[in-house]
C-alpha cells in the first residue's frame, strides 16, 4: 500500500509539474503551442459572444452560437481547475490579479442559467490577453510595457496635474454654456453641458448638441482652440520622461564607452598619473612602463 | 477690567492663531482634515448644483436640493468670514485672486433671493478647487504646476504666433467658405464659416455644417491636413521648453563632471586656491609645487 | 521761382520723410501709435464686413454697415496712396507682397459698385495683420516665426512624403469604401468617399457619411487608429527639427562655456603646456610663470 | 544571315538598353521627363476614374470618360510590356512588388470587359505613384521614407503593445457601452459598440452614436479624456526613435571631439602609432618619449 500511495502520489506530482511548463513554460514547444491555442480560444469565444448581440446572425445562428459559448466555458473552466490544481499555492492564483480575471471570464455563462443575458459580460474574457503578451517576441514586450508604466508612475503628479485641470475647466465652461445656450438649444443641463465641454476640449465632436447663439459660438471656439492647444501637455508629459530614459541612458553609455574605448583609471607606478588608453604599455607622462 | 479685556484679546488672538493653523495649515491633522472636508464640500455642492439642473432630479427633489445649497452655501459663508478674522491683513485676502473666488462662490445663492436661476452660478465655486491641491502631495503638485506656467510663460510669443496664424487662416478660409458654399449649403454668414473653419482646423468635426459643393469639399480637405498637421506646432512649442529644461539640466550635470574630471578640488598648501587640473603639478594662481 | 521750386521740393522731402517714419517707424511713439491704430482699423473692418452677411444684422443696420465699410476702404485707400507716395522706389512696393495684400484689400469695395456682393472679398485685408507682427514685441515675434519657417522648410522634404502618403492613403481606402459601401449607404462617388477617408484619417469625423456594413466600419476603425498613430509623423518632422536646433544650440553653448569659464588655449612659454585656466598665473605642468 | 541576324539582335539589344535607361533612369533628360510623363499620366487616369462615379459628370460625359480610361490602360499596358521588354530577368520584374501592381493597374479595365463595374478597381493604380517618389529631389526623399520605415520598424514592438491595448480597452468599454446604453439607444450590437468605442477613443466622434443615459455619458467622458490622453503614446514611440538617433548623432560627434580634445593625431616616431593624449610626453605603446 504504501509504495503504490507513493508511486500515485509521485506520478501526480509528475504530472502537475508537465502541466505546470505546458501552462506557464514559455520556451518548450507544448508551452507555446498552449499559449497560441488559449490565445486564438480566447479570441474565438469573444467574436462568438459579440455574434450574438448582432440581430442578423443571431437569428439564424442562435443554437450554434449559445453551443459554442458553452463550449468554451467549459474549456476555460477545465483550465482554470487545472490552473488550481498545479498551483503550489492554489490560494494565492485565486486570488492573483490573472486568478480572478480568469474565474470572471468564466462566471457570466454559469450566472445565464439564472440570469438571462448576463452572459454577455463574458466578452471581459478579452482581459486573459494581457497575459499572452508573451505570445509575442516576450521580452521585448515587457520591456515595453514596464516602460511605459514607469513613464506613467513618474509622471503620476502631472497627470493629476492635468486631470485636475480638465474638471475645472470642463465644470466651469460647461455652467457658461448652460446659461448662454439654455435647454432650449440641447443644452438641457449642466452636466449635459460637461459632456458637450469635454466632447469639445478632446476635439471628439459628436456633434448631437451644438452652439448656436453668437456667444456660445464664440466660447466653443476658444474651448476647441484651448482643446487642440493642451493636447501638448500629455504628449510633453511623456515627452519629459522619454528625454530623461534617454538621456539617463546616454549618460550611462558615454561614461562606459569613454572607460573603454579610450582612457582608463589605471595608475602609473613610477609618476602616479592615471587616465591612460586602454591599450597603453607605456605611461604618458613618464614613460614607465605601465605593466612592470 | 483693564486685565480681563487683555485676558480677553490674548484668549481671541490664541482662537484666531488655532483658526489660522487649521485653515491654513498643511502638516497638521486638524489642517488636513479641514482641507478635505472643503474638497468634499466643494464636490458635493457643486454635484447638488447640477443635479438641480437635470429635469428628472430636479422635479423630484427640487426642495431636499434646495435645502442642501442652502446649508452649503452657510457653510462657505462661515468659512469666508473666518477667513477674514483670522487674517492679519483682511483687506488683503479680500482683495485676493482666492478671496475673490471665496466671495463669488456664494454670492450667487443670495442674489437668487431676487433673481430666479443665478444661483446656477455657484458652480464657479468648482474654482475653489484650485487652492486644494494642497491636498494632494503638495510639493509634487506645486512643482509641476509651477513648471507648466513657466513653461506657458517662456513660450508666450510663440503661443501668440500660433494663435495670429490661426485667426488669420479660420477669418481667409471662412470667407472663401461662404462664398463657395453660400447660405444655401448651411453657411449663411461669414461668422458661421469662421466657426466652421475652427471647428475643422481642431478637428472636433461636429457635423452641424458640412461642405456639400465639390470646391467646398476640396478646400476642407486642405485644411483638415493643415490643422491635423499644426497639431505638431504646440506639440513643438512645449517640446521646446521641455528640450530647454531637460537640457539646462544635463548642462549643470556636465559641468558638474567636468569640473570632476579636469579640475579638481585639491587645496594648494601656498596659497589656498583649488580647482587645479588632475594632472597639475604646480598651482595656477602662486606656482607654487603641489605635491611638495 | 527757382528758390521757391527748390523750397517746396525740399518741403515735399521733408513731409515724405516724416510720413515715411510713421508708417514704417517702430521706435517712434507716432509710428507705434499708427500701428495700432491700423489693427484696430483692419480688425473693425473685417467685423463689419462679417456683421454684414449676419441676416439679423444686416437686416437692422444695412445702411451703417455699408457706410461703415466705404470709410474704412477710403481709409486704406488713402493708405495706399501714402503709401507708395513715400516709397523711394514706388513700383518695387506696388509689387511686393504687401503691396499686392494692401491693393487687394482695397479693390473688392470698389469692385462692388459694378458687381454686388464682391465686397465681401474685403475680409482678405485680414491678411494684412501679417505685417503687424511688429505691433506686439517685434523681435520675439519675428524670431519665432522665422524659427517656424526654418523648420518648416527644413523638413519640407519629410512633409512631402507624408501628404504623398496621405494622398496615396486616401485615394485607395477611398475607393475601398466606394466599392464596400456603395452609393446606398451615402458613398456616391469616389471623390465623396475621398473626402470621408480624409475627414476620418485627420479625425475630424464630421459624421454626414458613416459606414453602415460590417466590413466598411472594420476598414474605418482601421483607419482611425492609423490617422490617430499617424498624427506622431508631422509632430516628429517638427520634434527632430527642434531636437536638431536645441542640440546645436547646446553645442555652440558648451563650446564657449568651456573657454570661458575653465581653460583656455594659451600655450606655456616654458613647457609648451595648454589647457590653463582663465586665472591662471602659473604653468600648471612646469611651475613657469605665465605672462613672463 | 548569320551577320543580319547578329545585327538586328545588337540593334535590339541597343533599344533595348536605351528604352531602359528612359524608363529606369532618373538622371538623364529622358528618363525625367518620362518619369512626369508617367505621375500625370497616373494622375489624370485616378482623376477620370473617379470622374466617371461622380453622376453629375458621368451622366454628361460618360462616353468620353470610358475612351480616356481606354486610351490610359492601353498606354499602361503598353508600358507594362516594354518594362519586361527592356527586364535582363523579365520573371523577376513580374514578380516584383511594382510589377504586381503594375499589372493590376491594368487587369480591372479588361476585367470589365466581362464583369461592369470592376474597371473602377483601376483607381488602385494610385500605388504606381510610391515608385515615382524619384520624380521629386531623389535622395532627399529615399532618405526621409527610409528612416520613417527604420523609425517604425525599431518601433515595432511598442507599436504592438499600444494596438494590443487598445483592441483589450476597446472591447472591454464596447461591451459594458452595449450594457449600459442597450440597443434603444443605438447601441445595437457589441461590434457596433465597439465601432463607437474606437470612434470616441480616436477623437473621431462622427456622432452617429451618441450615449444618452448619465452612466454612458460618464464612461464615455473617461473615455474621450483617456483617448485624449493616449495620444501621447505614439508620438512617444517615435520621439523615443527620434531622440535615439539625434542621441546617435551628437555620440559619434561627441566621440570626435574626444578625439580631438583628449588624444590627438601626433605619430611616434618610434612605433607611428598615434592617439596619444595632448599632454602625454611618452609613446603610449612603446615609452620613447614623443618630442625628441
Chains 1, 2, 3, 4 share one sequence.
Not at 6 to 26: A, E, F, H, N, T
Not at 232 to 261: D, M
Request: glycine share 6%.
Amino acid at each position: 500500500m504504501y509504495s503504490t500511495n507513493d508511486q500515485s502520489k509521485s506520478r501526480l506530482d509528475l504530472i502537475r509539474q508537465r502541466l505546470y511548463i505546458i501552462i506557464y513554460g514559455v520556451n518548450t514547444p507544448a508551452g507555446k503551442a498552449f499559449d497560441i491555442g488559449l490565445l486564438i480560444a480566447i479570441l474565438l469565444s469573444v467574436f462568438t459572444i459579440m455574434a450574438e448581440t448582432v440581430e442578423g446572425i443571431d437569428s439564424q445562428f442562435h443554437n450554434e452560437l449559445i453551443v459554442l459559448e458553452w463550449i468554451f466555458t467549459i474549456l476555460f473552466t477545465t483550465e482554470y481547475l487545472v490552473r488550481i490544481f498545479v498551483s503550489k499555492k492554489p490560494l494565492r492564483y485565486i486570488f492573483s490579479f490573472y486568478g480572478i480575471i480568469d474565474l470572471l471570464s468564466i462566471l457570466p455563462m454559469f450566472f445565464s442559467l439564472f440570469l438571462a443575458g448576463s452572459h454577455i459580460l463574458s466578452s471581459f474574457r478579452i482581459l486573459r490577453l494581457l497575459r499572452l503578451f508573451r505570445v509575442f517576441r516576450l521580452i521585448d514586450f515587457m520591456e515595453e510595457s514596464s516602460r511605459l508604466k514607469v513613464a506613467l508612475l513618474a509622471s503620476k503628479a502631472k497627470i493629476m496635474v492635468f486631470l485636475y485641470a480638465v474638471l475645472i475647466i470642463s465644470v466651469l465652461i460647461g455652467t457658461l454654456m448652460y446659461y448662454i445656450e439654455g435647454p432650449e438649444n440641447g443644452f438641457t443641463s449642466i452636466p449635459k453641458s460637461v459632456f458637450y465641454t469635454i466632447v469639445t476640449l478632446t476635439t471628439v465632436g459628436y456633434g448631437d448638441m451644438v452652439p448656436t447663439t453668437a456667444l456660445g459660438q464664440f466660447f466653443s471656439m476658444i474651448l476647441m482652440v484651448t482643446g487642440y492647444g493642451i493636447i501638448a501637455v500629455p504628449t510633453g508629459i511623456v515627452g519629459v520622461e522619454i528625454a530623461k530614459e534617454v538621456g539617463r541612458k546616454l549618460n550611462s553609455n558615454s561614461e562606459q564607452q569613454k572607460f573603454r574605448t579610450s582612457l582608463n583609471g589605471i595608475v602609473c607606478a613610477h609618476c602616479n598619473k592615471e587616465g591612460h588608453r586602454n591599450d597603453a604599455d607605456y605611461c604618458y607622462s613618464c614613460g614607465h612602463h605601465l605593466k612592470s
